[in-house]
């Protein structure tokens, strides 16, 4: 009877060690620190933006979107990098590069953001695009998207920012607001599918 009780007492040792061993990434997990960007001045991929050309013989407005690799593209000087600068030094960098590739003589260039976006997607009503704003929150961009699915996981979403992943419990950020982070534009907000 001692050595079937210690017996059965060992299986329940490793069998509890065994599952605590087990735990659930991300879920019910506090995310780190989502780190808020400096400034949201800074131009990042995906936005939309008009460079303006005056004081040349042919006046242009020319719209462009910053790409993924953080290039835009204009007439007779290609592409060039444009993410992680204000418009105003963007202005400027557009503006020797004309000069410097004799171009232009002189040229005044100015630009302006037309659209941010973020980007909502999986379990949501309207995957997509949303417009950002600086009000914008991970609960309001899906709001925007329409809403959660029926089969969403809203304890477990997952906002990308500058390549790194963070879970987000949208049902504990709508409760309290101070838990419901504000976007950046080209955040990407990835609502997963419940598997219940």
């Known amino acids: 009877m001692h050595l079937f009780t210690r017996g ?8 509890a060690a065994f599952l605590s061993g087990c735990t659930t990434a991300g879920v ?13 001045a800074q131009l990042r991929p995906g936005d939309s933006l008009t460079v303006t050309l005056q004081g040349v013989p042919d ?32 202005s400027q960098s557009v503006r ?21 976006f973020v980007y909502v997607g999986g379990e949501v009503q309207h995957p997509g695009r949303v417009v950002w704003t600086p009000d914008l929150t991970a609960a309001t961009a899906i709001q925007s998207a329409g809403g959660f699915s029926l089969y969403a996981k809203e304890s477990a979403v997952t906002l ?14 709508q409760k309290n607001p101070a838990n419901d982070p504000k976007l950046v ?12």
Do not use: W
Request: net charge negative; proline share 10%; glycine share 4%.
């Open 59 to 90: 006046p242009t407005n020319n719209a462009v979107t910053i790409d993924d690799k953080g290039l835009i593209t204009l007439p007779f000087i290609g592409a060039m990098p444009a993410a992680g600068l204000s418009t105003a030094e963007l």
């Open 96 to 116: 020797t590069t004309y000069v410097q590739r004799k171009i232009y003589t002189n040229v005044d260039v100015s630009v302006s953001v037309t659209e941010r």
């Open 8 to 15: 059965l007492l060992s299986c329940f040792l490793a069998l």
């Open 28 to 40: 019910g997990d506090p995310s780190p620190a989502i780190p808020v960007p400096v400034t949201s």
């Open 160 to 173: 990308v920012r500058d390549r790194a992943a963070y879970v987000i419990d949208i049902k504990a950020a």
């Open 185 to 196: 534009p080209g955040d990407s907000l990835q609502v997963p599918r419940s598997p219940f």
